[in-house]
Structures are given as C-alpha cells and as structure tokens.
C-alpha cells in the first residue's frame, strides 16, 4: 500500500516536470503567442491529477485560447491565476474540473508558476517587438537629421544674406570678409558686394578709437553685447546703432563676427518721449478736474434720489386704502382700453387708458393691455414716449369662467433713474482712468527700461575708454572731444552721464508709484506695512506737484516698526495731506517737512507746512463730509474726510495743529505691531 502511494506521488511529480519541461520547450519557442498559449493549456491538462475531465483556457487581452475548451454549465471545480506583465494584470490561467475533483495544493502551485512563466514569455515577446519598432524609428530619425543639418546648412547661409538685420565677418586690421544685404543697404553701398570695405581705411566709424575698445572687451568678455556706437555711411552720415561681436573661426583664421542694430528710430522716440511726459502732466491735470466735476455731479444727484426717497415714504404713510403700498400708477382696464379703477386721481375712474394716463389721443403701439388679453399672461415693457421713460407692467384678471376679464396695469415712470443709470455708468468710465494711468505708466516703464539699462553700459563704457583717452591725450595735448577740451570733457561727461542714471531711475520710480496708486485694492486691513517705504513712495509721486511751491525736509526713523493695515488706503492718506500742504503755500516758496518716530504702542508720522494756515473754526470742520475752502476751485470736501476714515479703521488717531499765517501739523497715530505679535 505504502509502495503504490509512492507510485502516485511519483507519477504527480513526472506529469509537473513533464508540464513544466514541455511548457519551457513551448515558451522557447519564437513563433507567435496564439500557439504557445493553446499548447500550454493542452500540457497543464495532462499535468493533472484528473487529466479526462479536466480543461484549461487562457484569457489574454479579451481572447480565450484554449486546446480542450469546456461549457461553464458543467464546470464543477475550478482555479485561476492572473497574468501580470509589467505590473498590469493582462488576463487569467483558468482550470476546471467538470467532476467535483479538489485541486491539490501541489496543481495549484503548477498553475501558478506556469502563469508566471507565460507573463514573462508575454512581456519579452512585447518588448522585443517595442525594440524592433524603436530601432526602425532610430534609423529613420538618423536620416532625417542628417537630411536636415544638411539644409539647416544651406539656411544658415540664406539666413545670413538675407536677414533683416546687418551682419558681417571682418578681419582684426578691419578688412570685412563677408557681410550680408542688410549691412551695405545700411551704410548705402552695393549690395553685390563690388565694394570691398575696411572699417579703419574706409572711414566707417564717426569715432575709430572705438574698435580697439570692442577688441579689449573681446578678449576680457569673449563676447561684447549691446554695444552703441556710430557708424558712417557712404555719404559720411552718422547712423546709431548697437553692436554685438563676438571671436570666429573663419577658414582657419581669427575673426570677428558682428550685428548691428539700427537704433535711429529709437532715438527719435527718446526725444518723442520727453514731449509725452510733459504732456502727461498736463492730461492728468485735467483729467483730475473732469474727476471733480463728475464727482460733484454725482452728489447733486445722489441728493436728488436721497429727496425722492423721502417724498415715497410720505406718501406710503398717507394712502390709507389698498393701494398703500403702491406709489405708481395703477390700473384695471377692460378690452374696451377703459378705465376702470386708478389709485391715481389724476387719472380717475373712467376714460380711456391711454389718454388719461399718456396723454395720447391714439391706442399706444404694442399695448401692453391688449397683449395680455391675446395672451393670457403677465407681461412687462419699457417704454419712451414724449421723452418719458415708462416701466409697464401687466396681469391679467380672471372671470369665474377663467376668461380674461380685465388687465391690472402698473405705469411707472423711471426718467430719473433711467438718468442716473447713465451717470453711474459715466462715474464708472471715471474709474477705469485708474486702469488708463496704469497702463500710461506701462508704456513709459518700458523704453525707460532701455534707457537705464543702455546708460549702464554707456557707464561701464566711460571707465573703460578714460584710460585709453588719457594716454591719447599725453601724446596729443590739444585733443578734443564733441568740440569740448579733454580736460573739461574728462570732468563733465561723467557727471551728465549720472545725471542721466538718476533722471531715469527717477522716471521708474514716478511710475512704479503711479501703478501702485492706480492699482485695484480689495480694501482688508491685513498687511505689515513700512510706513517709511510708503511715505517715499508717496514723496516720489507728488513730487512734480509739491517741487513748484515747497522745498521738503524727510526725517524718517530708519528703527521704524511696521503697522498692520492696508498700504493702498495709507498711501492714499499721505498723498491727500502732501497735497494739500502744497496748495496752502502761498508765497513764493515754502517748506514741508515730514517726520516719522515711534513710541512703546504707535507709529507716528507727522507732515507739516508754513502755509497760510487755519482758524479754529476751520479746524474743527475740516474733517466733515463736503466741507472745503476751495469751492471755486473745485474742491470737493471729501478729501479729508475720506483721510479721517481710513485713520479710523486702522484703529489710530489724526491730529491737527494749525495757525493761520503760521501752517498747519498733521500728526497720525497708528498702533504698531508688537514683537510677541
């Protein structure tokens, strides 16, 4: 009995290897997948235990594949195991029994590491068949590279002849070697190259000095860039451009290569741009005053729609009957278009609708009330006639046989609002000036952004040129530049050039002070702010203002704390007080000082003028909503009182000490943000 158990495990364990070595042999095989997968299930049946009514299927990719496929009804038993190639589970090794046989541990084993073996066999098949494809597509990306850097060859050359930009190869003596259409279309020579030019024996340069420099900072940089010189054209006209150069290897020998921008248009639009900011001034001037007006305009119509308000609410308290509530003109008409009842007395209790309630002798066009008995339902209009705008509405009434037997109308009349929608609309155009200095100051930010970075390098320049002058100007004592001598020209061009740097720095400093006053602030109090920085922000933009009247002493604490606030509200607080303290100068010139300090709880800041002053009764008022001294000049007395409120949300406090002929303190409070904060 022991010896024929024996047996059996031994015939188990041949039909495994048998599988597994017939399965190996299938697995070895190139051919394709279709044959491997049936004849492997064709060995896994015969490795088992009840090969007669065992069969075996394998799914793969939505296929079954199978060498002794069996019906699901009579399955009785049966075991799977998944196929994972890289990583995803593809399909599934599936064993039945169509007899109630257990599966032996030692099949399910066999099942498993034949799914194992099949999942790689599949997995090498797909890359080999990935790396096929991809070495076909390397050999054609070689070829097509190698056609392309053939062309790319011949663009290079087409591109260099044919660019819009002046190109050129020249010699260290100056001797041009190839130069392209653009560069002798700039200095006005033949574009067939006939003309062989050098830059020293043909004069090209207005100043030959410079070359030297350009070679100095060759062999210092291996590149030169953005490099403004002068260049002379056939005529000896000066042409303004900017160069780049750069070390080249032409035939064997050391070149130069060079392009060169032509920049005459941009120096008229340096002396375009100083006419553009004198004329900004002037339309920011008026731009403020059509501000003030339509900001005057707006307030006389606000207190027009404050009065209407009151004289409705009068008249809800006086009607006692069930139209109370109901301030416009309401009326049931029947289809004849006859009154039949009004809350108006004007219009009474009979006539016709439209003469009684328009004025007009005629059935309106489109009525509203005979659409309604056409329709059956609510309707609404907009209508102008003689120059009123009228909102009408109507509902239909219903008899007891759901007919309609009436028409409920309600008219009102909306000119004055129809009106001050059209201001609103203008104070919005208003608003979007914000937009316009925004973009203002875009414009001029970018070709000052050329001039800063240009006066930089014509800096740079300077330091490197002096020396050189210097030593022409020992051996040629008489030397003169722009008409001026050496020793005056050594001494003043640096100082104009610094000028220059500070003008723009100052043009970008307008600006940027300009974008941010003009920028859309959402209005919360959640900002560490530097009054310090937003104090030079503000000195910087009403700068232009104040210069003409007043000359301004700063003080600020550089050991200043931050406050917590809004730095678009605060900022608009110290613009309004400059300005103010500009305008209450009135002799031929005054002083504002300004001073930042800061105790145990505050930050303080302190803008004071020696203007005309104020008495205590002007002090007292001056906080107030449309309280101003300057009526006639368009004041608008919201300025101030404006300041007092942005104070006050900020949790601080503006004081003001003044005395007429002697000037005026403003003196701001705010609470400052405390270390263990």
Same mark, same amino acid.
């Not at 009123?388 to 409920?408: M, T, W």
């Given at each position: 009995?022991?010896?024929?158990?024996? $047996?059996?495990?031994?015939?188990?364990?041949?039909?495994?290897?048998?599988?597994?070595?017939?399965?190996?042999?299938?697995?070895?095989?190139?051919?394709?997948?279709?044959?491997?997968?049936?004849?492997?299930?064709?060995?896994?049946?015969? +490795?088992?235990? %009840?090969?007669?009514?065992?069969?075996?299927?394998?799914?793969?990719?939505?296929?079954?594949?199978?060498?002794?496929?069996?019906?699901?009804?009579?399955?009785?038993?049966?075991?799977?195991?998944?196929?994972?190639?890289?990583?995803?589970?593809?399909?599934?090794?599936?064993?039945?029994?169509?007899?109630?046989?257990?599966?032996?541990?030692?099949?399910?084993?066999?099942?498993?590491?034949?799914?194992?073996?099949?999942?790689?066999?599949?997995?090498?098949?797909?890359?080999?068949?990935?790396?096929?494809?991809?070495?076909?597509?390397?050999?054609?990306?070689?070829?097509?590279?190698?056609?392309?850097?053939?062309?790319?060859?011949?663009?290079?050359?087409?591109?260099?002849?044919?660019?819009?930009?002046?190109?050129?190869?020249?010699?260290?003596?100056?001797?041009?070697?190839?130069?392209?259409? +653009?560069?002798?279309?700039?200095?006005?020579?033949?574009?067939?190259?006939?003309?062989?030019?050098?830059?020293?024996?043909?004069?090209?340069?207005?100043?030959?000095?410079?070359?030297?420099?350009?070679?100095?900072?060759?062999?210092?940089?291996?590149?030169?860039?953005?490099?403004?010189?002068?260049?002379?054209?056939?005529?000896?006209?000066?042409?303004?451009?900017?160069?780049?150069?750069?070390?080249?290897?032409?035939?064997?020998?050391?070149?130069?290569?060079?392009?060169?921008?032509?920049?005459?248009?941009?120096?008229?639009?340096?002396?375009?741009?100083?006419?553009?900011?004198?004329?900004?001034?002037?339309?920011?001037?008026?731009?403020?005053?059509?501000?003030?007006?339509?900001?005057?305009?707006?307030?006389?119509?606000? $207190?027009?729609?404050?009065?209407?308000?009151?004289?409705?609410?009068?008249?809800?308290?006086?009607?006692?009957?069930?139209?109370?509530?109901?301030?416009?003109?309401?009326?049931?008409?029947?289809?004849?278009?006859?009154?039949?009842?009004?809350?108006?007395?004007?219009?009474?209790?009979?006539?016709?609708?439209?003469?009684?309630?328009?004025?007009?002798?005629?059935?309106?066009?489109?009525?509203?009330?005979?659409?309604?008995?056409?329709?059956?339902?609510?309707?609404?209009?907009?209508?102008?006639?003689?120059?009123?705008?009228?909102?009408?509405?109507?509902?239909?009434?219903?008899?007891?046989?759901?007919?309609?037997?009436?028409?409920?109308?309600?008219?009102?009349?909306? /000119?004055?609002?129809?009106?001050?929608?059209?201001?609103?609309?203008?104070?919005?155009?208003?608003?979007?000036?914000?937009?316009?200095?925004?973009?203002?100051?875009?414009?001029?930010?970018?070709?000052?952004?050329?001039?800063?970075?240009?006066? %930089?390098?014509?800096?740079?320049?300077?330091?490197?040129?002096?020396?050189?002058?210097?030593?022409?100007?020992?051996?040629?004592?008489?030397?003169?530049? +722009?008409?001026?001598?050496?020793?005056?020209?050594?001494?003043?061009?640096?100082?104009?050039?610094?000028?220059?740097?500070?003008?723009?720095?100052?043009?970008?400093?307008?600006?940027?002070?300009?974008?941010?006053?003009?920028?859309?602030?959402?209005?919360?109090?959640?900002?560490?702010?530097?009054?310090?920085?937003?104090?030079?922000?503000?000195?910087?933009?009403?700068?232009?203002?104040?210069?003409?009247?007043?000359?301004?002493?700063?003080?600020?604490?550089?050991?200043?704390?931050?406050?917590?606030?809004?730095?678009?509200?605060? $900022?608009?607080?110290?613009?309004?007080?400059?300005?103010?303290?500009?305008?209450?100068?009135?002799?031929?010139?005054?002083?504002?000082?300004?001073?930042?300090?800061?105790?145990?709880?505050?930050?303080?800041?302190?803008?004071?003028?020696?203007?005309?002053?104020?008495?205590?009764?002007?002090?007292?008022?001056?906080?107030?909503?449309?309280? /101003?001294?300057?009526?006639?000049?368009?004041?608008?007395?919201?300025?101030?009182?404006?300041?007092?409120?942005?104070?006050?949300?900020?949790?601080?406090?503006? +004081?003001?000490?003044?005395?007429?002929?002697?000037? /005026?303190? %403003?003196?701001?409070?705010?609470?400052?943000?405390?270390?263990?904060?």
């Amino acid at each position: 009995m022991k010896q024929q158990k024996l $047996q059996q495990e031994l015939d188990k364990r041949v039909r495994e290897l048998a599988c597994l070595y017939k399965v190996g042999k299938e697995i070895r095989y190139d051919g394709g997948l279709e044959p491997i997968l049936i004849n492997t299930t064709g060995h896994l049946i015969e +490795a088992m235990q %009840f090969p007669e009514s065992a069969s075996a299927t394998i799914h793969f990719d939505g296929h079954d594949y199978s060498h002794k496929p069996a019906s699901k009804k009579s399955v009785k038993r049966s075991f799977t195991c998944d196929l994972i190639i890289r990583g995803a589970r593809r399909g599934t090794i599936e064993v039945n029994y169509l007899e109630d046989n257990p599966f032996l541990e030692e099949e399910k084993r066999l099942i498993d590491e034949i799914g194992l073996r099949i999942s790689k066999k599949i997995e090498r098949v797909e890359l080999t068949e990935e790396l096929r494809h991809h070495a076909g597509r390397m050999e054609r990306l070689v070829e097509e590279k190698t056609r392309e850097l053939e062309k790319s060859k011949k663009r290079y050359e087409d591109l260099f002849m044919d660019a819009p930009v002046p190109l050129l190869i020249s010699r260290l003596n100056g001797d041009i070697l190839k130069a392209n259409h +653009a560069f002798y279309r700039l200095l006005g020579y033949p574009e067939d190259e006939s003309v062989r030019l050098n830059f020293v024996k043909d004069n090209l340069y207005e100043n030959p000095s410079v070359r030297p420099d350009i070679y100095k900072m060759l062999v210092e940089n291996r590149c030169v860039e953005g490099f403004e010189l002068t260049l002379l054209d056939r005529n000896g006209k000066p042409i303004p451009v900017i160069g780049s150069y750069i070390f080249l290897d032409f035939d064997g020998e050391r070149c130069v290569e060079s392009v060169y921008k032509d920049i005459r248009v941009r120096k008229e639009l340096e002396r375009k741009l100083i006419e553009h900011n004198e004329n900004l001034e002037k339309n920011v001037r008026e731009r403020t005053r059509d501000l003030e007006n339509q900001t005057n305009l707006l307030m006389k119509k606000n $207190q027009e729609l404050v009065s209407l308000t009151d004289k409705l609410r009068e008249s809800k308290t006086r009607i006692q009957t069930l139209f109370r509530a109901i301030t416009d003109t309401v009326t049931v008409i029947d289809p004849e278009m006859n009154i039949l009842l009004s809350n108006q007395k004007i219009v009474g209790k009979k006539g016709k609708c439209y003469k009684k309630i328009f004025g007009r002798e005629q059935k309106c066009d489109n009525c509203l009330a005979a659409r309604v008995f056409e329709e059956r339902s609510s309707v609404s209009q907009e209508k102008v006639i003689d120059d009123e705008y009228y909102l009408l509405q109507a509902y239909p009434i219903f008899d007891e046989k759901s007919d309609v037997s009436a028409v409920l109308e309600i008219s009102r009349v909306i /000119t004055k609002e129809k009106n001050m929608e059209k201001q609103l609309l203008q104070a919005d155009k208003l608003a979007s000036l914000g937009q316009l200095v925004s973009g203002i100051g875009h414009e001029i930010n970018n070709p000052n952004t050329f001039i800063r970075g240009n006066l %930089f390098i014509v800096q740079e320049a300077m330091k490197d040129i002096f020396p050189i002058l210097d030593e022409y100007h020992k051996k040629y004592p008489d030397l003169k530049i +722009a008409r001026l001598n050496y020793d005056i020209f050594q001494k003043n061009i640096p100082i104009l050039v610094d000028d220059m740097v500070e003008g723009a720095n100052r043009i970008k400093g307008i600006v940027d002070g300009l974008k941010k006053f003009a920028k859309r602030d959402e209005g919360l109090l959640n900002e560490t702010v530097d009054i310090n920085l937003i104090t030079e922000a503000c000195l910087r933009l009403v700068d232009n203002q104040i210069r003409r009247t007043a000359d301004v002493k700063v003080n600020l604490d550089h050991n200043l704390p931050a406050v917590i606030g809004n730095s678009q509200k605060l $900022q608009q607080v110290i613009v309004n007080i400059l300005i103010n303290a500009s305008q209450a100068i009135e002799k031929p010139r005054g002083t504002i000082h300004v001073m930042s300090r800061f105790n145990d709880t505050q930050v303080i800041l302190e803008i004071g003028d020696d203007g005309a002053g104020m008495d205590e009764k002007t002090t007292k008022l001056m906080f107030d909503p449309f309280f /101003t001294t300057k009526r006639r000049q368009g004041g608008t007395g919201l300025g101030l009182s404006i300041v007092h409120g942005i104070i006050k949300e900020h949790r601080g406090s503006i +004081a003001v000490d003044s005395k007429p002929g002697v000037g /005026t303190t %403003f003196t701001i409070s705010i609470p400052r943000v405390q270390k263990e904060v």
